[in-house]
């Protein structure tokens, strides 16, 4: 059974960059994974909330920015789900129905 | 064990046009598949597929490009050479309209007529059925230490 909004989380490229970067260095905070990631300190920060709302990384405030690390229980059940799902083509195959689903959505409101 | 084609389909709740410009257009290919994607809407057209910074590069040739019905190109050459018949994988996703939705089936062969060693051919194989590890592999290492601990 998958978590589709656990899914969601892990599907995209550039969370899946923030997720190997944070697993490297063991914290970080919008500001230092920008500066590695070519994506703003903004659509950082959004990222960030997307995999903290799924409890993928967990943040504690420092000064003005927040600290982030990977919350290790929630990434072990992320790579679980995936290895259970088990194929490249299915995950793409996911991705797909997930994103022309979702402009189905705005095109008909 | 047949190494020939991989097959799969899917049910997606939009209509065949939208689902073509997902699987089809470079921008929607950067969100599904590669970190970056560039790719001409035209047969004979080599693109790319890339992952990270050019750490791993694909080309790829589109085939065959029949909106809203079929999508195909080849991908996984050996040694860099341009996608053609006899070198690579060839995919095709064909889409059909399934109610309200569409149904969306893939294809991936050429792994016989790539013409491989067995072990390797199944290999590549196993890859492409399995192979989240390109494009998670520090989290294939943590998932390997947290087995291993």
Redesign the interface.
């Known amino acids: 059974m998958i978590d589709e909004d656990l899914w969601s989380a892990i599907g995209d490229p550039t969370r899946r960059r923030m997720l190997d970067l944070l697993l490297v260095d063991g914290v970080g905070t919008a500001t230092s994974l920008s500066e590695r990631l070519p994506v703003t300190r903004q659509a950082v920060a959004k990222h960030l909330g997307v995999l903290d709302r799924v409890g993928l990384v967990h943040g504690t405030p420092a000064g003005r920015e927040v600290r982030y690390r990977i919350d290790e229980a929630q990434l072990a059940r992320a790579v679980a789900q995936l290895s259970a799902v088990g194929s490249a083509w299915d995950a793409r195959l996911r991705r797909i129905k997930q994103i022309a689903e979702a402009i189905e959505r705005e095109r008909k409101a | 064990m047949e190494y020939g084609t991989?097959e799969?389909q899917?049910h997606?709740?939009?209509?065949p046009e939208?689902?073509f410009?997902?699987?089809s257009r470079p921008e929607?290919l950067?969100?599904?598949?590669?970190?970056d994607a560039k790719l001409d809407p035209a047969p004979g057209a080599v693109g790319e597929l890339v992952w990270?910074d050019r750490a791993h590069v694909e080309a790829i040739t589109v085939v065959d490009l029949d909106p809203p019905r079929r999508f195909s190109f080849r991908w996984v050459a050996d040694g860099g050479e341009a996608p053609v018949a006899g070198n690579s994988l060839l995919v095709t996703f064909d889409l059909e309209p399934s109610g309200a939705g569409?149904l969306?089936r893939?294809t991936?062969s050429g792994f016989r007529e790539k013409g491989w060693e067995i072990a390797v051919l199944e290999e590549a194989y196993r890859?492409?059925?399995?192979?989240?590890e390109?494009?998670?592999?520090?989290?294939?290492t943590?998932?390997v230490s947290?087995g291993s601990s």
């Open positions: 991989l799969r899917i997606i709740e939009a209509s939208v689902v410009e997902v699987v929607h950067r969100e599904w598949w590669a970190d990270g569409t969306l893939l991936e890859d492409h059925v399995t192979g989240w390109r494009f998670l592999p520090q989290l294939q943590y998932a947290l």
